[in-house]
């Protein structure tokens, strides 16, 4: 099956700063989301994005489907920006699953 | 907010009971998974449905099983918890109309003692 493979596994920022996250993946994509999931395990969505670039607010995410290749940027960070940051992606069939990848831990200090 | 809920949220039980796990959804979507989260392995997919009574396997399904009789309902069974099934589960749904973008519910940590 198709792998996923995100990097760093773990970040330290200070607030303010900015940060970019990647995530690998092995085959061709139908589908690509990124999610972050919170203190609390909440697993929030952040982007559809299975090609091109998509902005909201201080993230932007960009899927370089033909590189296979996705990047999550955040600018300014925030300290409720810290959770565990998820690239999921859907190779094709017809059930649509999602293949996570192992998350990237982001910690933002005040 | 996609409208789905899980229940129960936090379930303790012992070795060799069964457990049936809820998802509910209030969204009308066609796609209905279950995944589970361990440290380490990100979420992995146990069951799916891709309509009423329509069920499929995910990579970790052994031990599990799911009935779907209504669109608006999921539920997953351990016919005899084990400790290695100590995990979160969280509830997913999609719709073919929305490209399959996935939401997902709030999780159920199940602890199996």
């Known amino acids: 099956g198709i792998q996923v493979e995100q990097s760093p596994p773990d970040l330290i920022l200070q607030e303010g700063a900015n940060s970019t996250l990647r995530c690998n993946f092995s085959?061709?994509?139908?589908?690509l989301q990124w999610f972050h999931q919170n203190p609390w395990g909440q697993l929030i969505n952040l982007f559809y994005i299975p090609s091109g670039t998509k902005q909201n607010g201080r993230l932007s995410a960009t899927t370089v489907a033909t590189e296979r290749y996705s990047l999550l940027y955040i600018s300014s960070s925030q300290t409720t920006d810290s959770g565990v940051y998820f690239c999921a992606v859907n190779s094709g069939g017809s059930n649509y699953k999602l293949t996570f990848g192992k998350g990237t831990l982001l910690t933002v200090n005040p | 907010d996609a409208g789905i809920t899980q229940s129960p949220r936090h379930k303790v039980t012992e070795t060799g009971t069964p457990v049936t796990l809820r998802c509910h959804q209030t969204e009308n979507h066609r796609y209905m998974y279950w995944y589970r989260q361990d440290p380490g392995h990100g979420l992995r997919l146990i069951h799916y449905?891709?309509?009423?009574?329509?069920?499929d396997k995910g990579e970790v399904s052994d031990g599990y099983s799911v009935s779907r009789s209504k669109t608006e309902d999921f539920l997953l069974t351990l016919e005899s918890a084990t400790s290695s099934q100590t995990s979160v589960y969280f509830c997913?749904?999609?719709?073919?109309?929305?490209?399959?973008?996935?939401?997902f519910g709030p999780g159920t940590r199940l602890t199996v003692l």
């Open positions: 997913a749904i999609s719709d073919s109309g929305s490209f399959n973008e996935q939401f």
């Open positions: 449905s891709y309509g009423v009574k329509d069920t």
């Open positions: 085959d061709s994509v139908n589908n």
